[in-house]
């Protein structure tokens, strides 16, 4: 008979020491990560939804392994789950995270689809100093 409670790398308890494990040095938003998995009526599912990433991204990063862009992920961390914000230059101040998220859309396709968005747009393709956003050519 199989003992019960949960496998390895579930649970309670089991992020922050699968972190702690994986990572030579855990840095600070990864722990924050592990231990909002653990929180009170938290589960891991809950906040992958709320980065913005799946349940198996976040098990991922949990434990070092993840392939994607891991700046992506910890500025997603950093904004949802430890509150920091940017200054948009075309939104005032904004959570990191939220930051991203626009990011993610004005890289896009070009839609004109409000005021707001073209001006998301060609910001986050200009010189504004938190986009990621890789442009080729000019700007228009």
């Known amino acids: 008979m199989s003992p019960r409670g949960p496998a390895k790398g579930t649970g309670q308890g089991v992020a922050v ?25 938290a589960s891991q599912t809950t906040i992958a939804k709320r980065i913005g990433y799946s349940p198996s991204a976040v098990s991922a990063v949990l434990n070092n392994k993840y392939a994607g862009d891991l700046a992506r992920v910890e500025a997603a961390v950093r904004g949802a789950l430890m509150a920091e914000t940017i ?54």
């Open 17 to 41: 020491a699968n972190a702690t494990a994986a990572w030579e040095e855990v840095p600070d938003w990864i722990m924050v990560l592990a231990r909002a998995c653990e929180g009170a009526g």
């Open 87 to 140: 200054m948009c230059p075309v939104l005032g101040e904004l959570g990191l995270d939220r930051c991203q998220s626009h990011q993610r859309k004005a890289g896009g396709k070009f839609r004109a689809t409000s005021g707001v968005a073209v001006r998301l747009y060609h910001a986050c393709r200009g010189d504004c100093a938190h986009s990621r956003i890789k442009v080729t050519g000019n700007v228009e």
